[in-house]
Each structure stands twice: as structure tokens, then as C-alpha cells.
């Protein structure tokens, strides 16, 4: 930004019409150029000036007190406008993933993987099991147990999956006793 456009943005400036663009640039101006520093301050405690007189109230006097604080609150309101527009980037990020977890979640149901959600699965890999024994190779009832659970929830959330597992564990069977009679016959 040069002087002259520095210089055309000063009213504005005091009458608090500036966007935050213009505003941050008008700052970075005055603070390098002690010319337009020096108007600003002409037009600012003139205009200060006209407003308390018309007002009729009592104000403080120190005008360049006045400018300085205008300056702070200026720069503050353009940190905050940067700020609400990183949380609203950060939000609208989040809201993304967010649609894009639930679509990704409705395709995989959709397909058929019903055994467990994304978020059970992301859930289960990140609980801490230290000091926790699910099935200990001791214990045959607790093996007997567990596969009866599972094979439980297999049936209950996907039935075409338990058919084809039994028919496999059929056919598996009337090979193995196949083989055990052949066995016994050449014995």
C-alpha cells in the first residue's frame, strides 16, 4: 500500500468503516510511514474532537492516548477475525471427515461387512489390554467357551456366513471319517 491510498482510507479508518483486509493493511502502513502516522493523528483528534463536542459529554482529552487504544482494538479485531476463520476451517475440516467417515461406514454396511463397525474395529485396536487375559491356554473350558460366543455372533449378525461355515465344517468332517475308515481298513 503506497500514501496516497494509505491517505484515502484514514476517515474511513476513524469513522471505523474499514474491512479487516483493508484495516490490516492501512496498520501495516502507519506503522512504517510516520507521514501518514502523523495525518491519521491530525484527522483522528480532529474528529474526536467534533464528536465530543457535539455529544456534550465529558471524554477524555488525551487523543493520542485515544489513537493508540483505537490502533490496539484495531489489530485485536483483526487477530480475532483470524482466529474465528482458522476455527471455522478447523470446523468445516472436521464436518468433512466426519461426512466422509459416515459414507465410508454406509458403504461398508451396505456391502455387507455387518460384523462390526468401523468405529467398534477402531475402538477394539486402540484399548489398552495390558494385565488383561482374554482366554488362557490353561483352560480348555474357556477356549470351548469363547468359540461358542463367537461362533454365536457369527450366526446372529451374519447367517450367510454361518451356513457356509458349516457346510466347509461338513464337508471337512465326512473327509476326515473317510480317511479314518480307510485308515482302518488297511489296518
Same mark, same amino acid.
Given at each position: 500500500?503506497?500514501?496516497?491510498?494509505?491517505?484515502?482510507?484514514?476517515?474511513?479508518?476513524?469513522?471505523?468503516?474499514?474491512?479487516?483486509?483493508?484495516?490490516?493493511?492501512?496498520?501495516?502502513?502507519?506503522?512504517?510511514?510516520?507521514?501518514?502516522?502523523?495525518?491519521?493523528?491530525?484527522?483522528?483528534?480532529?474528529?474526536?474532537?467534533?464528536? +465530543?463536542?457535539? +455529544?456534550?459529554?465529558?471524554?477524555?482529552?488525551?487523543?493520542?492516548?485515544?489513537?493508540?487504544?483505537?490502533?490496539?482494538?484495531?489489530?485485536?479485531?483483526?487477530?480475532?477475525?483470524?482466529?474465528?476463520?482458522?476455527?471455522q476451517s478447523i470446523f468445516i475440516c472436521c464436518a468433512g471427515?466426519?461426512?466422509?467417515?459416515?459414507?465410508?461406514?454406509?458403504?461398508?454396511?451396505?456391502?455387507?461387512?455387518?460384523?462390526?463397525?468401523?468405529?467398534?474395529?477402531v475402538m477394539l485396536r486402540f484399548q489398552p489390554t495390558s494385565?488383561?487375559?482374554?482366554?488362557?491356554? +490353561?483352560?480348555?473350558?474357556?477356549?470351548?467357551?469363547l468359540s461358542e460366543q463367537i461362533e454365536a455372533l457369527i450366526?446372529?449378525?451374519?447367517?450367510?456366513?454361518?451356513?457356509?461355515?458349516?457346510?466347509?465344517?461338513?464337508?471337512?468332517?465326512?473327509?476326515?471319517?473317510?480317511? +479314518?475308515?480307510?485308515?482302518?481298513?488297511?489296518?
Amino acid at each position: 500500500m503506497n500514501c496516497m491510498e494509505a491517505r484515502r482510507m484514514i476517515i474511513p479508518y476513524v469513522k471505523g468503516e474499514l474491512s479487516d483486509r483493508d484495516l490490516e493493511q492501512f496498520l501495516k502502513h502507519i506503522e512504517q510511514c510516520s507521514d501518514c502516522m502523523d495525518e491519521l493523528d491530525i484527522y483522528f483528534t480532529v474528529y474526536r474532537a467534533l464528536d +465530543t463536542l457535539d +455529544t456534550g459529554e465529558k471524554h477524555e482529552y488525551d487523543f493520542k492516548k485515544m489513537l493508540m487504544d483505537s490502533i490496539r482494538i484495531s489489530k485485536t479485531r483483526i487477530l480475532l477475525g483470524r482466529i474465528r476463520k482458522i476455527v471455522q476451517s478447523i470446523f468445516i475440516c472436521c464436518a468433512g471427515l466426519l461426512l466422509i467417515f459416515s459414507i465410508w461406514t454406509g458403504i461398508q454396511m451396505a456391502l455387507g461387512y455387518e460384523q462390526a463397525s468401523v468405529l467398534d474395529r477402531v475402538m477394539l485396536r486402540f484399548q489398552p489390554t495390558s494385565g488383561r487375559v482374554l482366554v488362557s491356554e +490353561t483352560e480348555p473350558e474357556s477356549i470351548q467357551l469363547l468359540s461358542e460366543q463367537i461362533e454365536a455372533l457369527i450366526r446372529e449378525r451374519n447367517p450367510s456366513v454361518w451356513q457356509k461355515t458349516m457346510k466347509e465344517k461338513e464337508a471337512g468332517q465326512e473327509v476326515d471319517s473317510a480317511l +479314518t475308515d480307510t485308515e482302518n481298513q488297511n489296518n
